[in-house]
């Protein structure tokens, strides 16, 4: 048995779909050949030159990151910075590099979900559900194929909501259409007026999902031509956004948290907004730099916001409505390897999944 790079890469999608990316990442397969087959995957928040050594020494041809080494175009490829001189050494030595950034930050028991795991949090939900991620189909079946065409969709992966499956609705009607020349109708003969008992069905998807929907709609549907409408909705998903809230099990003074959050995080320090004098209950989290959620999560009414990469004057927006918390960018994710390699172990057998053991962090700290 063996296990091709592209089976890796659609398992990791189906977990943290590329379509969840925010648009200027660039998640996904950054380097190697879809139908090599894996011997072994390192996982690392950055795939940086010593990453992919370590990857060779250890029998690694994938590299498994949080951060894309490659962000933004590569316009020559000859050495000159750390990035170009990581992907000349990954092609030269048939190492792939996947990155799974932004899309595993978006997903519920994504990036954030453990942090929250690590704090103890309960109840986590995301912090700010994306919108215009869902699609609504419409369609019309002929009453007797209703179920076998709500199957198909199912399976497919229409209906979901929440914890429910098998979600639609459907209202009873009369279809008409006249077959023309050429056609070759299920029902009726050209040249004549039909009149058909249908069911008008919806479901909701995941709007990344419409070609698999559409093509399972047009397998199970029984006629030549199908009826159909999709829009997309401007609905959240409350499945799918950035950053993660939820509450301690017992509420702790705000020393006491910082010290908690010091502990189960294994940080060396903590950059924080004065104390409010107020217990710690509701906690927001975001892995990397998670400012553009303040007020999101002062909206939640968090108490502490964890985070990394504020600077001095983006302290002071917390305006004690909030105590921000910066833990640093790569403390912050350093646990999103083991979230990876959690994921991975559970879904392969076929090659080990290891966590890297060199440290990319490029900030240091003098105590
Ligand atoms: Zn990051």
Redesign the pocket.
Known sequence: MTTTIRTLTRSLEQWAPLAYQESYDNAGLIVGDPEAVVTGVLVT?DATEDVVDEAIRRGCNVVVA??PIVFKGLKKLNGRNYVERAVIKAIKNDVALYAA?TNLDNVVGGVNYKIAEKLGLENVRILTPKNQVLTKLVTFVPVADTQKVLDALYEAGAGEIGQYSHCSFRVEGFGTFKPEAGADPTIGEVGRDEEVSEHRIEVIFPSHQQGQIMSALRKAHPYEEVAHYLTLLDNQNQEVGSGAVGELPRPLNEYEFLNHLKNSMNLPLIRHTPFRDRPVRRVAVC???GGFLLNDAVRASADVFVT?DYKYHEFFDADSRIIIADIG?YE??AFTKELIQEYLSKKFHTFAVILAETVTNPVRYFL
């Open positions: 928040l949080h951060h950034h892995g990397g730099a990394a960018h912050s994710e």
